[in-house]
């Protein structure tokens, strides 16, 4: 083992890890908390132990040292959190750099590393192409990492084991040498028992079930275990696309778009919309300070002088509640209030309050023919559509009878003929031609 459990004590929270079981790797995660007073799945953590979160496991039917609710096995907890004894945690190792190797690649803050005849260069789009390359690889490289991945034969390009990538970055190394652009480093968890040994010895020699190797391996042959992918294609794919996307200069929006198609011709706005966006102006509008005050400073000429008696924040709430109601029903809610013994006298009741009808509308912010409009559909009994008080009045019962009658008998005696100038909302499109001598005024 690399590290000690003197090492191990001086874990901070946040921190890779790796967790063993018994003398091999069990999975990756990153320490949760050190802290041994707190809680874990409802336990104690205790002396000994810490909080871990597991990242991906090697070995999915491993069985947990410390079961949590409802999970037995290390595959049941990935991405969750889990108990694990101290001594058998481990920092992720950090693998020296190679002594014979040259300069490191070019990282996206290291503009020194760039070739003089790029740095030279004046034109923006080679310069912008370069910074493109440099932010891709580092971008796309650094989401490798705890990736599980299926390895490829080399030669065949069949499956020969599972492992997680464990060194992303191309300036990494295994042993002494660099993992390079087109490999990464592998951490082998096992190996597929139906391989020829003579494939494996070639590809993955001096290994052994219990204790992992970290291999170099191409990108090409490793196969994306989640969606089965392969690795070196995706990377490829996002290569090609930032090298479109630096050529215009654009690093937000690699591929250029086409400008969308405007049509010359305006649509005709749905008056829906434009009357609810009227109503939702004038309900932002009424409920302002200066409206308020401009009914407090309304002095009412009435023997009563009811505005003395409405409180300032009684104002505020009924209109704060009415102008949030649907147009309809505020309708409906202020017919309902005509109905108060008080209406005959000309008093109207605003909450538990009698005023007069002046200070009634001028409360609610109505103008004087809105309020009277309003009165005259309670009186008359007007049927009030979404689109304001207008309508045809109700009827009496024997206007109907005789209506229905006249209907009726024009239906039986004259003759039908379709009429376009008939043709709206209120009939069927028909005009009823009489005989001439029902016709023939006396």
Not at 416 to 440: C, F, M, Q, V
Request: neutral net charge; contains cysteine; aromatic residues 10%.
């Amino acid at each position: 083992m690399a590290s000690t459990s003197a090492e191990v004590k001086r874990l901070s929270p946040g921190e890779n890890i790796l967790l063993y079981g018994d003398n091999f790797i069990v999975g990756v995660g990153f320490v949760h908390s050190v802290d041994e007073s707190e809680l874990c799945h409802g336990e104690i953590i205790g002396r000994g132990r810490i909080s871990v979160q597991i990242c991906s496991s090697l070995r999915p039917d491993f069985i947990l040292p410390y079961p949590s609710p409802g999970a037995n096995t290390v595959g049941e907890v990935v991405n969750s959190f889990a108990i694990w004894d101290i001594s058998k945690v481990y920092p992720m190792p950090q693998l020296p750099q190679s002594q014979n190797q040259e300069a490191p690649e070019p990282t996206p803050n290291d503009s020194t590393q760039v070739p003089a005849d790029e740095r030279q260069s004046t034109s923006r789009g080679r310069e912008n192409n370069v910074k493109l390359e440099d932010q891709l690889f580092f971008k796309v490289r650094k989401n490798w990492a705890n990736v599980e991945v299926t390895l490829l034969s080399i030669v065949e390009s069949l499956p020969i084991a599972d492992g997680i990538i464990f060194l992303p970055f191309s300036t990494s190394c295994v042993g002494e040498v660099r993992v390079g652009e087109q490999y990464a480093g592998v951490l082998v968890s096992t190996i597929h028992s139906e391989i020829d040994p003579t494939i494996l010895d070639k590809d993955l020699p001096n290994f052994h079930p219990d204790d992992p190797i970290t291999v170099r391996w191409p990108i090409l042959h490793l196969k994306i275990a989640s969606n089965g992918a392969i690795l070196g294609n995706l990377y490829k794919a996002f290569e090609d696309a930032g090298t479109r996307g630096a050529q215009t200069g654009d690093e937000d929006m690699p591929v250029k778009k086409k400008r969308a198609y405007n049509s010359a011709k305006r649509t005709k706005p749905n008056p829906e919309v434009l009357l609810q966006r009227r109503l939702n102006q004038k309900k932002m509008s009424m409920c302002t300070p200066d409206k308020i005050s401009e009914c407090l400073r309304f002095t009412c000429t009435c023997s009563r002088e009811c505005m003395r008696k409405v409180d300032k924040k009684d104002i505020i709430e009924e209109q704060s509640f009415f102008y949030n109601e649907p147009y309809t029903t505020r309708v409906e809610y202020i017919l309902s209030k005509f109905d108060h013994p008080g209406f005959e006298e000309g008093y109207m009741l605003f909450r538990t309050l009698e005023v007069c009808k002046k200070t009634f509308y001028t409360l609610y912010g109505f103008v004087k023919q809105t309020f009277y409009n309003y009165e005259k559909s309670y009186t008359m009994g007007q049927r009030v559509g979404f689109h304001g008080n207008s309508g045809t009045f109700k009827p009496k019962d024997t206007t109907i009878f005789a209506r229905a009658c006249m209907k009726s008998f024009f239906q039986q005696t004259a003759e039908p003929l379709p009429h376009k100038e008939s043709r709206n909302e209120n009939t069927d499109g028909i005009i009823y031609r009489l005989p001439k001598a029902l016709s023939r005024v006396p």
